[in-house]
């Protein structure tokens, strides 16, 4: 067997948008390759993840890399968005700092309130870093990596403890946590069972029924996840992309990607590559 050569970190990279004014509708579910923070100023929207919630003016909503999720309606918008590489700033959701984003992938409500002295801090630091984008030097990487610590840890200490949190199952919580650490190792649902120590079938149920989405959607969307940074941040060829996020079928990997993303993954490093 040849050894694979393993993948360099994805280089530091984020970006921030910011809209006003802006009415949403249902969109096809979409899985993201980067963590993701949707500061509401103004207006309102809703989204699914694990079930639907409502984001008010004031709040944060976060949505973890490899999670499915949808836009379902809102109205009059004004909000900031900021998408990172978590591995690319040195930053996973074992660290504190992350914890929102881990909680929520493991069933935490997604939707934190923050009171107005750190909504007026959340908008000086989106400023800062959507001004930082703009003149990229070699400081760049480091001013956004702390002005990203210092929003991730707003938004950490405005986020409930966990066992605040009524609506995690247990159950759920561990088959999410455990194909979390090991999507990239070639797993199913029987892994998942006897890692939780249940039966397949009855974790098949409980997760599709607590998340809306199947044991075998959570694992190929973070394998995809994984895919995406790989396409965007090195140059490792499509081919030995698909053996390093556990598949060994590279037409397989090729189909799953574009069913997700929409393009084929050389047709998205492309577009990812492109002078903005």
Not at 43 to 59: D, I, K, P, V
Not at 81 to 106: I, K
Not at 115 to 144: I, S
Not at 183 to 207: E, G, K, Y
Request: proline share 7%.
């Amino acid at each position: 067997m040849t050894d694979l050569k393993q993948p360099e970190p994805p280089h530091p990279s984020c970006y921030v948008i910011h809209e006003t004014g802006v009415s949403t509708h249902p969109a096809p579910v979409a899985v993201h390759a980067e963590h993701g923070l949707v500061f509401a100023r103004e207006g309102w929207f809703t989204m699914e993840q694990r079930y639907e919630t409502l984001s008010l003016a004031g709040s944060v909503t976060i949505v973890p890399a490899g999670v499915p999720h949808r836009p379902l309606a809102g109205e009059d918008l004004d909000y900031w968005l900021l998408g990172f590489s978590a591995g690319g700033f040195g930053l996973d959701e074992e660290q504190a700092v992350m914890r929102p984003f881990a909680e929520v992938r493991l069933g935490a409500s997604p939707v934190i309130h923050l009171e107005n002295a750190a909504q007026a801090r959340l908008q000086l630091w989106f400023e800062t870093l959507a001004r930082e984008a703009e003149g990229q030097n070699e400081l760049t990487a480091d001013v956004q990596r702390s002005l990203i610590t210092l929003i991730l840890s707003e938004v950490s200490r405005a986020m409930p403890n966990a066992d605040e949190d009524t609506q995690r199952s247990p159950l759920v919580a561990a088959a999410l946590r455990y194909i979390q650490r090991h999507s990239l190792s070639p797993i199913s649902l029987s892994d998942v069972a006897s890692a939780v120590r249940r039966t397949a079938p009855h974790v098949a149920a409980v997760v599709k029924a607590d998340t809306g989405f199947t044991v075998g959607t959570w694992i190929t969307s973070a394998r995809l996840a994984k895919a995406a940074q790989l396409l965007q941040h090195t140059d490792i060829p499509v081919d030995q992309i698909a053996p390093h996020i556990g598949w060994q079928d590279t037409t397989h990997f090729i189909r799953q990607f574009r069913r997700i993303y929409g393009v084929t993954p050389a047709a998205w490093r492309k577009k990812q590559r492109l002078p903005a």
